[in-house]
């Protein structure tokens, strides 16, 4: 995952996501697939935009599907909207 935006928004984001994947594995035993971190990264953002302190990123999400067997490439702005495309 590649964060770009406001520098202490950049650092917040970016180890809150990290820390809530690597939760997400420990409690169900399995990591989330890449478009599923998409999908929760989007959903995320759009969630902090209702709130007081809302980040201000652009992220860019990669990664290998190993059940699928297919690369992922995505990005989501700092609005919430979402490009996810499987190569």
């Known amino acids: 995952m590649l964060c770009i935006g406001e ?3 950049v650092a ?3 180890d809150w996501s990290k820390r ?3 939760l997400y594995k420990l409690r169900y035993g399995y990591e989330m697939s890449p ?3 998409h999908h929760w990264i989007r959903r995320s953002i759009s969630e902090s935009l209702r709130s ?3 980040y201000i990123v652009d992220t860019l999400i990669g990664g290998y ?3 699928e067997k297919k690369a992922f490439l995505g990005s989501v702005d700092y ?3 979402g490009l996810a495309d499987q190569i």
Do not use: A, T
């Open 79 to 81: 609005l919430g909207n």
């Open 52 to 54: 007081e302190d809302y």
């Open 20 to 22: 809530n994947i690597q």
């Open 35 to 37: 478009r599923s971190c």
């Open 12 to 14: 917040q984001f970016g």
């Open 65 to 67: 599907d190993e059940f």
């Open 7 to 9: 520098d202490g928004d």
